[in-house]
């Protein structure tokens, strides 16, 4: 299937008049952007052409971020990561081939600010951070960063976000070196062994912030791309178990 961007005057007229459309991010149809660039087409055509998918909507959006986010990257594995990055497409899908997905996504929202719309149909914050927090982009790259060919299930390490999606997200993705994908694999092992081998402690905030801030340790100190993801997995299991007092 074809996917569709956003030209950037489109992209910028949208993003700088979203007070003045805030109405129309309720509209069923997303008609009213052709009406709004009248004999301008703001879309273009992504040369790359993707599988056919269709994300899935229910009452409560937490419960299929998982599932979406395996769906998404399912589909588009095959663009690079400098086009994941580029907020031409994901504010594009949203306001093109994803316009049904985010209006029933955020339709019991019945007075959204424009800070709201900002942050999750563009990029709100630095480029980095918007990443994880537009409702799109951030299923894509969850995926991502977690997806290991060489295992039995390429999603495993994914799944490990079936449960505290948003949460785990931020907090795992909110440091500089997660996008190392040896890093990001070995964290996660990590946190799956420790989670599985000690319940008390199982989906403690504290956890991931113990593991994140010994990276950031451990990166001041040697270059974190020199390591694997087992040695990774070792060194914040040791430091769990033997530095901090989360495992008693």
Known sequence: MKIHFLKQN?????????PSNIK????????W???YFVDENPFGEYKIEVEDFELINMDNPSKTDLTNSIIIYSAMKNISDTQATDERLWAGLFHSDEWKFLCKRWD?????????????????QDKKRSLFTNSLSRLWWVARLTYDSERKDPFELT?????????KLLVI??????????????????????????SNICFSRELYYEATK????????????????????????SYIINHTELIK
């Open 10 to 18: 489109s992209l910028e007229a949208l993003r700088f008049n979203i």
């Open 24 to 31: 129309h991010y309720k509209d069923s149809s997303n008609q």
């Open 33 to 35: 952007i052709y009406d």
């Open 108 to 124: 019991k929202y019945d007075n959204m600010k424009p800070s709201e719309i900002y942050s999750r149909y563009f990029f709100g």
């Open 159 to 167: 799944k490990y976000f079936e449960r505290n999606f948003s949460t």
């Open 173 to 198: 993705f909110s440091n500089n070196y997660m996008a190392n994908i040896n890093v990001t694999r070995g964290l996660i092992t990590a946190l799956k062994y420790i989670e599985s081998e000690f």
């Open 214 to 237: 010994y990276l950031n340790i451990l990166g001041g100190t040697y270059i974190l791309d020199y390591f694997s993801s087992d040695e990774i997995k070792e060194k914040i299991i």
